[in-house]
């Protein structure tokens, strides 16, 4: 099976753009989440789909938002970008077959606010 | 909030020692995973211990869970410079079904 995968894989944009962020889990994963990492915070939990319904999120605000897909694969969107927005944005998917499931991660988008 | 903490933040060791990391977390799970992730890469599962077991081993990988003391620790046995990376713990905890990491602790193995 084909991995997580995650484009673009590098973004560079300025303050008060937007970008939006792509996913595509592994085939016949349901459930799609997103995390921000940066270097003063660690990975912060953003949001949870499943089912394209959005089950779980962290506390962002509302510049962050995300959907999924029929197909299951998902984006993030972040708006009227910060400074503070750059980060390595990670994407997992899981199977969510029910209980003790773990991630499998995509290799991340590195995101550069000038 | 960071629902996990680890201890150390960083870890220096020549390769063929072993590696101690701890993990301490601050309400009640359901499980507790470790991952590896190597340098501005995605991360990778390693092992998941539930909340009803107290110890799991996996290859050169020997977790412990005290839930008493809400804790665990991840240990590397003989230890190889690819194991350099940097190692988070993460939680599910009760009527959730998102995992919250911790802050993670880096590793570097010398050869």
């Known amino acids: 099976k084909a991995g997580v995968t995650q484009t673009p894989r590098y973004l560079i944009k300025t303050r008060g753009q937007q970008v939006t962020l792509s996913c595509s889990p592994i085939?016949?994963?349901?459930?799609v989440s997103w995390y921000q990492q940066t270097p003063g915070q660690g990975l912060q939990f953003l949001f949870e789909?499943?089912?394209?319904?959005?089950?779980n999120k962290g506390n962002f605000p509302g510049r962050f938002s995300g959907r999924q897909f029929s197909n299951s694969r998902s984006e993030m969107n972040v708006s009227t970008l910060e400074l503070g927005d750059s980060a390595l944005y990670l994407c997992a998917s899981s199977s969510n077959t029910g209980g003790d499931e773990k991630l499998f991660f995509g290799s991340g988008t590195q995101l550069s606010v000038l | 909030s960071q629902q996990g903490e680890e201890d150390p933040q960083a870890l220096s060791i020549q390769e063929g020692e072993n590696a101690t990391m701890n993990c301490s977390y601050k309400?009640?799970?359901?499980?507790l995973q470790w991952y590896r992730q190597n340098s501005g890469r995605g991360l990778v599962h390693l092992i998941l211990i539930r909340s009803n077991e107290r110890e799991k081993h996996s290859g050169r990988l020997r977790v412990t869970l005290d839930t008493s003391k809400k804790s665990s620790s991840l240990l590397i046995t003989a230890s190889r410079a690819a194991d350099t990376a940097s190692y988070f713990c993460a939680t599910e905890g009760y009527n959730t079904d998102k995992l919250i990491f911790g802050t993670g602790t880096r590793l570097q193995v010398f050869p």
């Open positions: 309400t009640s799970i359901n499980n």
């Open positions: 789909y499943f089912s394209e319904t959005q089950r």
């Open positions: 085939s016949g994963h349901r459930s």
